[in-house]
């Protein structure tokens, strides 16, 4: 029961340097999401996807880029980091059409940007 | 735009004592209410929902009844355990359909 798989769990950059996030999903999930935590500002989404191909911007969508080119995978990017990108991610995925509000989150990955 | 407060923490207990952590929310129309529980090292998971006026949902011992009037969705239990040290996220599904708008978290320590 793999679930959603998220690598690397942690990560050390410098600013400037780029990196990608890997998000892995078996449950044949269409809708998949990118969230940031930060003390006090609680999880805010960064881009969603309800489906290969397609992608969307959410609140704080600045600094990141995402593609789904299948329906298991959604890598996030960062082209240039900064200190600012500091946080931990988490990519979570649920079915589209359920409209539970049930999200599945995998276990985070903890960036610190130097 | 929707949002979603909830009463900052810690929340600092002993075992058995009852629990109250505060959720109140800001949207157009009636959204479904969640409560999110992460565990420490893990990804949030859910812990009950509402999805209309006056429902109540619960799990674990967990409580939570969507009140309309008050705008709020206050999560209760009757007796926590240490197991039960967590940070608790309140959210709310906006109309924007699987966009989840979170709370900041409250976190909860429960000593023996």
């Known amino acids: 029961n793999a679930g959603v798989t998220q690598t690397p769990k942690f990560q050390v950059l410098k600013t400037g340097q780029s990196m990608t996030l890997q998000c892995a999903q078996d449950?044949?999930?269409?809708?998949m999401s990118w969230y940031r935590q930060d003390p006090g500002m609680g999880l805010r989404l960064i881009h969603y996807?309800?489906?290969?191909?397609?992608?969307d911007q959410g609140e704080v969508p600045n600094g990141y880029n995402v593609s789904r080119s299948t329906t298991e995978d959604f890598p996030l990017r960062l082209l240039s980091a900064a200190p600012s990108q500091t946080s931990v991610y988490f990519c979570a995925s649920s079915p589209l059409g359920s409209n539970t509000g049930e999200l599945f989150f995998g276990e985070g990955s903890r960036l610190t940007v130097l | 735009g929707d949002s979603v407060t909830q009463m900052e923490g810690p929340v600092t207990l002993s075992e058995e004592a009852f629990l109250t952590i505060n959720c109140t929310y800001t949207a157009t129309g009636y959204p479904s209410l969640f409560w999110y529980v992460q565990y420490p090292g893990e990804g949030l998971q859910l812990l009950l929902k509402?999805?209309?006026?006056?429902d109540k949902g619960s799990n674990k011992g967990f409580e939570a009844t969507y009140r309309k009037e008050t705008t709020s969705f206050h999560l209760e239990k009757g007796s926590v355990q240490v197991s039960d040290s967590a940070v608790y996220f309140c959210a709310l599904l906006d109309t924007g359909f699987q966009k989840l708008v979170f709370g900041t978290g409250t976190r909860l320590l429960v000593s023996p």
């Open positions: 509402a999805t209309k006026a006056d």
């Open positions: 996807s309800v489906g290969a191909g397609i992608t």
């Open positions: 449950m044949n999930h269409e809708y």
